[in-house]
């Protein structure tokens, strides 16, 4: 009942929309759908929550492509309660478990794909969560990553060591964040996995199935943190990667990480608009309205753990005034 009346609030929520309010479209965003709750990734939904969140949507809400939520933003036709699903990064599970769960319930989403890590890569995230997993249990020399000696053992200690070296690695450049990685992976019990992210074919199934494709960057950099050159390699290579996978251009690009001003500038902004995608999104907290950049739509990620609490999260993405998500850079 508690669902059933927040779903409520948040319908009755859409209908003011109409009435002096622009119409707003979320869209949200996952990375992953587990097998089973992992504990060092608590906020990543298993496959039993993620069914909960698509039953909820795909009862209560009008959930459809980018290419239509968008062009129906623009020009006025948006209907109540429409939502966006996207993914980023082009995990293994994505096609696994999610395209099942999206199947079955009759909806669509949008992946947005790191080509560089396809096809048996391992993305930089990952090494750290993994390496970390697989630490042996006692003190870490991390002195060459200037974070003394760790001790590890419990799920919360490796939990805030993760939260730690990920917070650091992901803005080096390439060549450092790499070496860090290599060294990590050295410091585990055993080997990591190399079968974590999808494979070519696997893109190419999902684009069949009438999912969309969208770019992601070659090997997920921080753009800020990279040359102009070398961004605009990484964003252009991505594109026609996907294009060789899937036989169809990718019209939507996704930042990676998606901070605007730490992440990425008005540089990559062009970047992309000249690459020729026709939209672009963030990780700005909101819902997208008429007035939004094109290139800096704002999203929101469902990381609630129980249905009650995710309708909610919707019913605040559509109906607070602040969730319009106009980036500024």
């Keep these: 009942m508690e669902l059933v009346a927040s779903v409520l609030r948040w319908a009755s929520g859409f209908a003011t929309t109409t009435t002096g309010v622009p119409s707003r479209l979320p869209i949200l965003f996952y990375h992953r759908v587990l097998e089973r709750p992992d504990p060092l990734v608590p906020d990543a939904p298993d496959i039993r929550r993620f069914d909960i969140h698509m039953s909820t949507l795909a009862r209560f809400c009008r959930v459809v492509s980018l290419d239509e939520g968008v062009a129906r933003l623009l020009d006025g036709r948006l209907r109540s309660r429409t939502v966006c699903i996207t993914f980023d990064d082009g995990y293994r599970d994505n096609y696994l478990h999610a395209l099942p769960v999206l199947r079955r319930h ?18 930089f995230c990952d090494t750290v969560i993994e390496a970390v997993r697989r630490f ?26 993760i939260d730690e ?25 055993s080997p990591l996995p ?116 995710f309708a909610a999260g919707l019913v605040r993405a559509v109906c607070s005034r602040r969730a319009a998500g106009v980036v500024n850079l």
């Design 106 to 123: 009759r909806l669509t989403s949008s992946f947005f794909i790191a080509t560089g890590f396809l096809d048996g890569g391992r993305m």
């Design 136 to 161: 042996p249990p006692g003190e870490i020399d991390l002195e060459w990553f200037g974070l003394g000696r760790r001790m590890v053992g419990d799920v919360a200690s490796r939990i805030r060591l």
């Design 165 to 189: 070296l990920t917070g650091r690695i992901k803005y080096l450049d390439l060549e450092q964040r790499n070496d860090a990685c290599d060294r990590l992976a050295a410091l585990a019990a």
């Design 194 to 309: 190399d079968d974590l992210m999808m494979r070519s074919e696997h893109v190419r199934e999902m684009h069949h199935a009438g999912m969309t494709i969208g770019g992601h960057t070659v090997d997920h950099p921080i753009l800020c943190s990279i040359a102009n050159a070398e961004a605009r390699r990484q964003v252009v290579a991505n594109r026609e990667a996907l294009a060789n996978i899937s036989d169809a251009m990718p019209r939507f690009f996704a930042y990676p990480n998606g901070k605007p001003g730490t992440d990425y500038g008005l540089e990559h902004v062009r970047m992309v608009r000249e690459a020729g995608y026709s939209s672009a999104l963030t990780t700005v907290w909101g819902s997208a309205v008429p007035s939004s950049d094109l290139f800096q739509l704002p999203r929101i990620a469902p990381w609630q753990h129980s249905p009650a609490r």
